[in-house]
């Protein structure tokens, strides 16, 4: 549940592209609506199923199904893009737990 200008909107959990550290709070970006959620990037990952989502970054969270390629970038660190085209690092500390949760 979100809330979102004084409604609840229920948000499925798969349809939630990537997640954004703000604060003690994170942006849920779900195809073109964006909602902000009190959660801190801990508290979210911890919810999720590791299996279908991964922190990236210390502030990004992606959900694995829409991942469409990784690019090398710098200093050890890649481009995860994604199917709508939106562009996030995979820092190199957490390259190898991406790897192995994806299986490559």
Same mark, same amino acid.
């Given at each position: 549940? #979100? &809330? +979102?200008?004084?409604? $609840?909107i229920? #948000?499925k $959990?798969?349809?939630i592209?990537?997640?954004?550290? !703000?604060?003690? %709070? !994170?942006?849920?970006? #779900?195809?073109k609506?964006? %909602?902000t #959620?009190? +959660? ?9 199923? *590791?299996?279908?989502? @991964? ?6 969270? $992606? ?8 690019? *090398?970038?710098? =200093? @050890?660190?890649?481009? $995860?893009?994604l ?7 995979? =820092?190199?500390? %957490? &390259?190898? +737990? ?5 299986? +490559?």
């Amino acid at each position: 549940m #979100v &809330r +979102s200008e004084g409604k $609840v909107i229920f #948000v499925k $959990v798969e349809s939630i592209d990537w997640i954004q550290s !703000a604060g003690n %709070y !994170a942006k849920l970006h #779900v195809g073109k609506q964006i %909602y902000t #959620v009190r +959660s801190t990037m801990n508290q979210l990952e911890r919810m999720l199923d *590791p299996r279908r989502f @991964g922190r990236i970054h210390r502030s990004a969270i $992606v959900n694995f199904d829409r991942i469409k390629e990784m690019q *090398p970038w710098f =200093s @050890g660190d890649w481009l $995860v893009i994604l199917h709508d085209g939106t562009r996030l690092r995979l =820092s190199r500390s %957490y &390259r190898s +737990s991406l790897q192995s949760k994806l299986g +490559s």
